[in-house]
C-alpha cells in the first residue's frame, strides 16, 4: 500500500485558492477515480474536487471553511502498489498557477466592503472567509495592512487574521495611512450607522450562506460605483416568435439541444454592440478601456435561489448555432454546480431574463466593471395598430419589453437608448429565413 496526495488543482487564471465547503466522504470512506470527495468555492464559483486515483481516505487535511493554495494537498489517501505522489508531480500542481507578474496583470483583486462604515478599496487580496471575518470584526483596511501574511505573495491566511484577533486587545490601534491628494475626486462612501433590527416571536434568521454573501456585497459596490440610468422599449417579436416555432424541432433533432430565444437575443444584442462599440468598454480611473472581445454575461437563477453569470465568450464569432450550444451548456453547468472559474470570467456586457419569471420588465444591476446591462421580459400577446399599404389595422401580436441600463459616467442617454433601439430593431425585422 502506498500513500497519494490529492492537490487541490488549478481552477484557472488568476485563481490560487480556495474554500472547502463540504467533505463528500469521511476519513476512512473508500472512493474510485473520478469521484468527486469535496466541494469547494471560489470568489466566482463553487465546484467539486475528483480524485485521480481510488483508494481510502485516511486524512483529511483541510477541514470546512479552511483555505487551501493551488497545489497544496487536501487529504492523504490510500491506494494500491508501492508508489504515490512523486515530488515532480507535486511542483508540477504548484507551479500550474500563474506566475507574480501575470497575477498582477489579470487578477482583479477582491473588494471587500465591510459591514460598517470602513470601505476597502480593493488594493488587499482577500479570500472569502478571510473577508467573512474582517467584516466580522470590523477591521479596517489600514489595520489589515498592518498584518503580515504568511501566505503565497504574503497574502493574508486565515490562521493570521485569527491570530491578529486573538491580539488585537494589545496592540495600539492602527493609525490611518494618509491619502494622496488624487487629480480627480474619489468616491467615497456616505458613513451610515446599521439600523437595528427588532425580531418578534415566530420569527425566523436565515444567516446567508457564502454566495448571498458576495452577491449582496457585489450589488452594493455597484450602485456606489455607478449612477445607474435605465431606458425602456417595447419590441414587436412576431417574426422571432415564428422562426423559433419553425426551427426547434429540427434543431433538436439534428443537434440535440433545446432552441430558446436567448441565442436569438444575444445575436441581437452582439450585432448593436459591434454598431456601438463604445458601449463594450469599462473604466480604469480616468481611462476608458475598449474591449476587443464581446463576451457576454448571462445571469443565471440556480435552483437554491442565488444568481451566477456565466459568459458566452466571443459571442460574435459564433453562429446562432454555436450560440445555442454554449448557452445550454453554460446554463446546464451552472445548475449543476458544474462551472469552471473562467467560466464566469471577463464578461464585457449582461443580458438578464426576467421573463423568464412572467416579468414584464426589469432594471437590473449593472456588473462592475461593465457599463451596461440588458433585461429582457416577458413575451406576451396583445393587440397593436400595424401601418399597412391599406391603412392602420389592430392585430394580435407578441410583444416584449426590454429595458437597458447603463453607466451614466461614460455613457450618455443618446448612446444607450441608440443601442436599445437596434437591438428592437434586429428583433423587431428578423427574417424568417433565418438559417440556423
Known amino acids: ?40 468555492a471560489t470568489d466566482k464559483v463553487d465546484s467539486d474536487v475528483p480524485t485521480p486515483v481510488s483508494g481510502k481516505i485516511v486524512k ?17 489517501l490510500e491506494i494500491e502498489g508501492e508508489g504515490g505522489n512523486t515530488a515532480s508531480e507535486e511542483v508540477k500542481a504548484e507551479t500550474s498557477a500563474p506566475d507574480a507578474a501575470t497575477i498582477q496583470a489579470i487578477e482583479e483583486p477582491l473588494t471587500a466592503t465591510a459591514t460598517s462604515h470602513v470601505e476597502f478599496s480593493g488594493d488587499l487580496y482577500l479570500s472569502p ?69 427588532s425580531t418578534a416571536a415566530g420569527d425566523e434568521i436565515i444567516p446567508m450562506d457564502r454566495m448571498r454573501k458576495i452577491i449582496a456585497e457585489n450589488m452594493v459596490k455597484a450602485k456606489h460605483i455607478a449612477p445607474h440610468v435605465t431606458s425602456f422599449i417595447e419590441t414587436d417579436v412576431t417574426n422571432v416568435v415564428k422562426w423559433r416555432a419553425k426551427n426547434k424541432d429540427m434543431f ?22 459591434q454598431d456601438f462599440p463604445m458601449i463594450n468598454v469599462s473604466i480604469n480611473g480616468d481611462n476608458i478601456i475598449k474591449k476587443k472581445n464581446i463576451n457576454i454575461g448571462m445571469a443565471t437563477a440556480l435552483p437554491d435561489g442565488n444568481l451566477i453569470v456565466p459568459v458566452i465568450k466571443n459571442a460574435d464569432q459564433l453562429s446562432l448555432s454555436g450560440l445555442a450550444k454554449a448557452i445550454n451548456d453554460l446554463a446546464y453547468r451552472a445548475r449543476n454546480k458544474k462551472l469552471r472559474p473562467e467560466d464566469t470570467q471577463g464578461a464585457t456586457y449582461t443580458i438578464s431574463n426576467v421573463g423568464s419569471f412572467g416579468n414584464l420588465m426589469g432594471t437590473p444591476i449593472i456588473p462592475q466593471p461593465q457599463v451596461a446591462i440588458m433585461a429582457i421580459g ?59
Open 129 to 197: 472567509l478571510v473577508k467573512s471575518i474582517a467584516q466580522q470584526e470590523n477591521i479596517s483596511e489600514s489595520e489589515l495592512q498592518t498584518i503580515k501574511g504568511s501566505g503565497l505573495e504574503g497574502r493574508i491566511t486565515k490562521e493570521d487574521i485569527l491570530a491578529h484577533v486573538a491580539n488585537r486587545g494589545n496592540q495600539p490601534a492602527p493609525q490611518a495611512a494618509p491619502v494622496q491628494a488624487a487629480s480627480t475626486p474619489a468616491v467615497k462612501a456616505v458613513s451610515t450607522p446599521a439600523a437595528t433590527i
Open 1 to 40: 500500500m502506498a500513500e497519494y496526495k490529492l492537490l487541490l488543482p488549478s481552477m484557472g487564471e488568476g485563481v490560487m485558492e480556495a474554500t472547502v465547503i463540504t467533505w463528500l466522504f469521511n476519513e476512512g470512506d473508500q472512493v474510485k477515480e473520478d469521484d468527486s470527495v469535496v466541494e469547494i
Open 378 to 436: 416577458a413575451i406576451v400577446k396583445k393587440p397593436a395598430v400595424l401601418e399597412t399599404k391599406d391603412g392602420d389595422v389592430i392585430a394580435i401580436r407578441q410583444l416584449m419589453f426590454m429595458s437597458h441600463s447603463y453607466d451614466h459616467r461614460v455613457v450618455d442617454g443618446s448612446l444607450g437608448g441608440m443601442m436599445l433601439k437596434h437591438v428592437h430593431d434586429y428583433l423587431q425585422n428578423w427574417d424568417l429565413n433565418t438559417e440556423i
Open 252 to 273: 433538436e433533432k439534428r443537434e440535440g439541444e433545446k432552441l430558446t430565444f436567448m441565442p436569438i437575443f444575444v445575436k441581437a444584442i452582439v450585432k448593436a454592440i
Open 60 to 76: 483529511i487535511l483541510k477541514q470546512k471553511d479552511e483555505v487551501a493554495k493551488v497545489g497544496e494537498a487536501i487529504a492523504i
